[in-house]
């Protein structure tokens, strides 16, 4: 685990990828996409080379797998354990963008795909999708590494995935061919809409973790909010002024955050599309100034699990924590390479980032223990709406300071 400060930090562990000799080690490595299963209990890691890497957790010496090498500070690299029996590699035969596992459990796989697997025993299961290159998204058994089904219908690169939380295996996915896709994997596992509206490639989707709304952002300027429920367009959200690359959403529905190559990060209402806060990624070392590079373009972004914290990565090769009430980050980490992705593990304590060179490194993230205002803050907001909110019979002030002040952050 590497230590995360404003200072260097300490280097510990990274995962590398073997490298096969039958591939061109230099071309189609990069780390595209990781993702933790809901429960914490597996890693997913697309590692370059059509190989995606589904590692049991908690990374412990022992589960360091085969073929990895572990980084420590006081020695030199070398290669730990045997490798464990749980650990998977999924061969997709396609470059894969992205990866997204299913809430746990999902239903009985014999439910899911009995008529193409009849073999499948009836138990429990979770599941990973990963999208391709070819627009393609593989389904996959994670406790068998099974391969399930085959999802035909994009018609470009396939560039993010994501499942609803509620456990109802509808899949949301982007592409390339400018839209957005909606799979319903029920024992027919059938594409059940069409999302049309982006002019150029869309890159990422985020479903709200209540599942009443997705958030699509493309090669433009303008966030999409759907309706989860009608899949139809609710409103667009103006305010970046380049692409936008990524997007999240907070954990209790509340906030929208979205990264743009115009080197900011924009947080939202995303029930009034009121912009809310605006984070600038300023340059750090003048040294790695190029006037050819907007070396602070925004890659990828996620909340915190308590929603208080954002991490972000951009070309400058930093990682970032953001804390929400904050206009600068509270801290800050430099990687030797280029910066994919990145993803906080579902119970807090750890970040994982994706480089260019096919590695993943796993971060310290900051501790808190949340206060009895935002406990209670969070949990209003899991259901009632900034509408909603405005609306309660109770004075302005403790609406304010109760309910609204995270979102008293005004542009």
């Known amino acids: 685990i590497l230590s995360l400060a404003l200072q260097e930090p300490n280097f510990d562990w990274e995962l590398k990828p073997g490298r096969p000799h039958q591939f061109d080690w230099k071309s189609s490595c990069e780390t595209w996409s990781i993702a933790f299963s809901p429960d914490g209990s597996w890693f997913a890691w697309s590692q370059g080379h059509c190989i995606v890497k589904l590692i049991p957790w908690p ?15 006081s020695s030199k690299n070398e290669t730990k354990g045997q490798g464990s029996p749980k650990e998977k590699m999924l061969d997709c035969g396609q470059i894969v963008w992205g990866v997204a596992f299913s809430p746990w459990p999902s239903p009985p796989s014999k439910k899911l795909w009995a008529h193409n697997h009849p073999q499948v025993p009836d138990v429990s299961c979770l599941v990973l999708a990963t999208g391709l290159n070819n627009g393609q998204i593989k389904i996959w058994e994670v406790q068998t590494g099974l391969l399930l089904l085959n999802l035909s219908g994009h018609q470009d690169v396939m560039r993010d995935l994501s499942f609803t939380p509620s456990g109802s295996l509808i899949l949301v996915s982007t592409s390339r061919d400018k839209t957005l896709r909606i799979w319903y994997l029920n024992k027919h596992s059938k594409q059940i809409q069409v ?13 709200s ?29 103006e305010g970046h002024q380049s ?8 954990p209790n529905s509340a906030l929208l955050v979205t990264a743009s190559y115009d080197t900011n990060v924009i947080m939202w209402d995303p029930y009034t599309s009121e912009r809310l806060r605006s984070l600038h990624h300023t ?26 914290y954002l ?28 910066l994919c992705c990145c993803t906080f593990f579902p119970h807090g ?42 609306a309660l019979p109770i004075p302005k002030k ?14």
């Not at 590695?359 to 969070?378: E, N, Y």
């Open 209 to 237: 973790p209540d599942c009443s709304m997705l958030c699509s952002v493309a090669e433009e300027k303008s966030v999409f909010l759907w309706s989860m429920r009608s899949y139809t367009l609710i409103r667009k959200l």
């Open 311 to 338: 991490a972000t990565v951009a070309d400058d090769r930093l990682l970032r924590i953001w804390a929400l009430e904050l206009k600068t980050p509270i801290a800050f980490a430099p990687v030797t390479n280029g």
């Open 398 to 411: 403790m609406k304010e300071t109760v309910f609204l002040e995270p979102f008293g952050m005004r542009y």
């Open 283 to 308: 340059q750090v070392d003048p040294a790695m100034d190029d006037s050819n590079v907007h070396i602070s373009s925004l890659r990828s972004l996620c909340f915190s699990p308590e929603g208080l």
């Open 243 to 250: 692409s936008v690359v990524s997007c999240d959403s907070s």
């Open 195 to 207: 999302l049309l509206g982006h002019l150029q490639w869309v890159y990422c989707c985020s479903i």
């Open 59 to 73: 990374l412990e010496e022992q589960f360091i797998p085969k073929g990895f090498e572990a980084k420590n500070r």
């Open 349 to 390: 304590g750890v970040i994982a980032t994706g480089i260019r060179d096919g590695h993943v490194q796993f971060w310290t993230a900051p501790r808190v223990l949340s206060s009895l205002k935002h406990l209670c803050r969070k949990a209003l907001q899991s259901f009632l709406t900034t509408y909603q909110v405005l």
